[in-house]
C-alpha cells in the first residue's frame, strides 16, 4: 500500500510528538531492574513517585501531550475496562527500537516504557467535556523482561502518584445515551498485573501487528499507524501495513460479521489468560482470534473445574442458545466468584454481552 505525501504526515507527527522539546533536554528515567520473581510482595525505593518524574508529556500533565519519543497509538479492539476510555503511548529512548513480529507482541529494546492512561470523559458522548484520569500503567522494558507499575491521579488533576497496593475509586459519568453512570472503578494492585501479563512471564497484551493495524488516529491524514511507525524509524522487520490483516473493530457492524467481530472481543478480553501459555492455560479453553479448533473456542466443551463459575449449565457455548451457555452466564454476572473475566471489570459491558449473544444464536451444530 503505497502511502501519498508520507513525507509531510511524518513531519507533521514528528513535531507533534517533539513539541516543546527544543529547551527541554529531559528525559525519562532509565527502567529499573526487577526482581526476577514476580511481584512478590516487593518493592523499589529507586522507582520514581510521580508520573511528572518521567518528563512524558509536556505542558499541562492532565492534557497528556506527548513529548519527544513519545509515541501514541491506538488498538482495533480494546479491553474492556468499566467503560474507561484510553490514552496509549510508546516511550522509546534515544535510538531504541520495536521490532515486528507478525504473532504475538512487538519486540522492545530495553529502556522502552508503555504508557496506558485510563480516563472518563463526564460525558462520554462530547468528547470535548472535561475528563477524569483515574490511573496510568506503564510496562518497563528491562533486561530481565517487563516491570509493571501504577500511578494513581489525585483529584486536582496535577499529578499521579506510585501506587503498589491498588485502589477503589467511584466514578460517575453521562454515558452516550445521556444517562447518569457510576462504578467503583478498582486500580489492580501490582500482584494482580501478572494475570493478565502472563505469558510464562510478564508481557504486553496489545502492541501486536493485528491490533495495531489502523489508522494513525493521532493524525488527520488516513495513514496507517504501522506505516508511519516505520517511516518515524521506530519500527524494525516491517514491510508494509497491506500485506497483513488487521484485528475486526468489535463494534462495526457495517465491516465485520458478528462472527469476526466477537472473536476480536473474546481475543483482547479474554485470550491473555484463556491461551496454551495464558493463566487459565489448564482450562483448555483458547480464545486467541484464530483458534480453529471449535471445541477450544468453548463450543459444546464442558467446563473443568469451574465449580459455581459454571452455573450448573454443561457448556461453554451451546450453538444457538446463549441462555444455556456458561460464556453468557459468567459475562452477565457481577459475583466476584463467577464473572468473567475475573478482574479488570465490576459492571457488566452490556455491548459486548449483547456481541456474544447474537454469536452464539447464530452458531451452528456440527456434528
Given at each position: 500500500m503505497r502511502i501519498e505525501g508520507v513525507g509531510i504526515v511524518l513531519a507533521y507527527f514528528l513535531l507533534c510528538c517533539a513539541c516543546g522539546s527544543t529547551e527541554d533536554k529531559r528525559v525519562a528515567p532509565k527502567a529499573?531492574?526487577?526482581n526476577k520473581i514476580l511481584i512478590k510482595n516487593t518493592v523499589s525505593t529507586d522507582d520514581p513517585k510521580k508520573l511528572s518524574d518521567y518528563y512524558?508529556?509536556?505542558g499541562e500533565l492532565k492534557n497528556l501531550t506527548p513529548a519527544a519519543k513519545v509515541y501514541p497509538y491506538a488498538v482495533n479492539t480494546p479491553l474492556f475496562s468499566n467503560y474507561a476510555e484510553k490514552a496509549r503511548f510508546?516511550?522509546?529512548?534515544e535510538g531504541k527500537k520495536m521490532t515486528f513480529a507478525q504473532q504475538g507482541a512487538f519486540v522492545f529494546d530495553k529502556g522502552a516504557i508503555l504508557i496506558k492512561n485510563f480516563f472518563y470523559h463526564e460525558n462520554e458522548g462530547d468528547k470535548d467535556s472535561p475528563r477524569r484520569i483515574i490511573e496510568t500503567r506503564l510496562l518497563i522494558k528491562e533486561e530481565e523482561g517487563w516491570k509493571p507499575l501504577n500511578y494513581i491521579w489525585n483529584e486536582q488533576q496535577t499529578n499521579a502518584n506510585l501506587n503498589y497496593v491498588g485502589k477503589n475509586v467511584a466514578v460517575s459519568w453521562k454515558d452516550k445515551k445521556?444517562?447518569?453512570r457510576q462504578v467503583n472503578y478498582v486500580v489492580p494492585n501490582?500482584?494482580?498485573?501478572?494475570?493478565?501479563?502472563n505469558n510464562n512471564k510478564i508481557t504486553p497484551i496489545g502492541v501486536t501487528a493485528a491490533q495495531l493495524n489502523r489508522r494513525y488516529s493521532a493524525l488527520q491524514e488516513?495513514?496507517?499507524?504501522l506505516d508511519v511507525f516505520k517511516q518515524a524509524g521506530i519500527l524494525t522487520n516491517f514491510s508494509t501495513a497491506a500485506a497483513y490483516s488487521p484485528m475486526p473493530v468489535w463494534d462495526d457492524a457495517l465491516n465485520f460479521s458478528v462472527e469476526n467481530r466477537a472473536k476480536a472481543y473474546l481475543d483482547a478480553n479474554c485470550a491473555h489468560c484463556h491461551?496454551?501459555?495464558g493463566s487459565a492455560k489448564n482450562s483448555g479453553l483458547y480464545l486467541n482470534y484464530h483458534q480453529k479448533d471449535r471445541r477450544k473456542r468453548g463450543i459444546l466443551k464442558p467446563p473443568i473445574a469451574a465449580g459455581k463459575g459454571s452455573g450448573d449449565f454443561k457448556y461453554d457455548i451451546v450453538p444457538g442458545h446463549p441462555e444455556e451457555s456458561i460464556f453468557i452466564y459468567r459475562m452477565s454476572s457481577n459475583d466476584p466468584a463467577i464473572r468473567m473475566p475475573e478482574i479488570g471489570r465490576s459492571i457488566v459491558h452490556q455491548e459486548g454481552l449483547a456481541l456474544l449473544t447474537q454469536y452464539i444464536k447464530e452458531l451452528q451444530k456440527v456434528d
Open positions: 529499573r531492574k526487577a512524558f508529556f509536556t510508546i516511550y522509546l529512548p445521556g444517562e447518569e501490582l500482584n494482580q498485573c501478572k494475570n493478565c501479563h488516513k495513514v496507517n499507524q491461551s496454551a501459555q
